[in-house]
T-cell receptor
Framework: AQKVTQAQTEISVVEKEDVTLDCVYE???????LFWYKQPPSGELVFLIR??????QNEISGRYSWNFQKSTSSFNFTITASQVVDSAVYFC?????????????FGKGTHLIIQP | GAGVSQTPSNKVTEKGKYVELRCDPI?????LYWYRQSLGQGPEFLIY????????DSGLPNDRFFAVRPEGSVSTLKIQRTERGDSAVYLC?????????????FGEGSRLTVL
C-alpha cells in the first residue's frame, strides 16, 4: 500500500527565512511519481512539481527547490527567502503507474505560515 | 473561466437528504477525478473517469456515493441518505492525460455540511 507522511503539521517562520518541508513516502512499486501541491486559503490545489522515480536529479525553480532521495524515500521541498505569499498548506503526493487506484495518495499536509 | 468549476461552493443539508455536486472540467481534459478532503487532512481519492466511463471507483466509501459523466465533460457526484460523516470539501480535478503521470488541475471544491 502507498503511504505519504508529512510529519510537520505546521511551520511558522519569519519572512526571508529559508524553510524545508519534509515528505517521506512508502511504495512497493519501482515506478512511481511524486508531486507537491500548494493549497492557499482559497482552497484550490495548485500543482508545483512532478518527479518520476527514475529521475533523482534535484530541481530548482526560482525560490523553490526539491531534493529527491530514493535511499531515504524522501522528497523534500525547500523555499528560499520565504515570502508572506508562500503561506499555504503544502501537500506531498504519490502515485504509481501500475495497478490499483488511479488516484494520488496525499499526505496530511504541512501548514506553512510566513510572518511579515 | 478557463479553470475547473465546481458548484455549489457551499452546501448545507440535513442528515438523510440527497445531494448532487457538479464539476465542469477544463475543456479538452479527458481525465476527471473526484477527491474528498476532511478538515486537517489531505485529499482522498474517490473516483476517476476517463471519458464517459469510471475507470476506477475504488475510493468511493460505500454505495451511497455515485458519480456520472454522461457526455465525457461535466461530472456529477451524487450522495444518497447523507450522514454527518460525509461533511467535507469535495474536490474535482481534471487532466489532459490519463493515469497519474500528468498534472492535475483542481477546482476550489464544494464544501458539504450535513447537519
Amino acid at each position: 500500500a502507498q503511504k505519504v507522511t508529512q510529519a510537520q503539521t505546521e511551520i511558522s517562520v519569519v519572512e526571508k527565512e529559508d524553510v524545508t518541508l519534509d515528505c517521506v513516502y512508502e511504495t512497493r512499486d519501482t515506478t512511481y511519481y511524486l508531486f507537491w501541491y500548494k493549497q492557499p486559503p482559497s482552497g484550490e490545489l495548485v500543482f508545483l512539481i512532478r518527479r518520476n522515480s527514475f529521475d533523482e536529479q534535484n530541481e530548482i525553480s526560482g525560490r523553490y527547490s526539491w531534493n529527491f532521495q530514493k535511499s531515504t524515500s524522501s522528497f523534500n521541498f525547500t523555499i528560499t527567502a520565504s515570502q508572506v505569499v508562500d503561506s499555504a498548506v503544502y501537500f506531498c503526493a504519490l502515485s504509481d503507474s501500475g495497478g490499483g487506484a488511479d488516484g494520488l495518495t496525499f499526505g496530511k499536509g504541512t501548514h506553512l505560515i510566513i510572518q511579515p | 473561466g478557463a479553470g475547473v468549476s465546481q458548484t455549489p461552493s457551499n452546501k448545507v443539508t440535513e442528515k438523510g437528504k440527497y445531494v448532487e455536486l457538479r464539476c465542469d472540467p477544463i475543456s479538452g481534459h479527458t481525465a476527471l477525478y473526484w477527491y474528498r478532503q476532511s478538515l486537517g487532512q489531505g485529499p482522498e481519492f474517490l473516483i476517476y473517469f476517463q471519458g464517459t466511463g469510471a475507470a476506477d471507483d475504488s475510493g468511493l466509501p460505500n454505495d451511497r456515493f455515485f458519480a456520472v459523466r454522461p457526455e465525457g465533460s461535466v461530472s456529477t457526484l451524487k450522495i444518497q441518505r447523507t450522514e454527518r460523516g460525509d461533511s467535507a470539501v469535495y474536490l474535482c480535478a481534471s487532466s489532459l492525460t490519463s493515469g497519474n503521470t500528468g498534472e492535475l488541475f483542481f477546482g476550489e471544491g464544494s464544501r458539504l455540511t450535513v447537519l
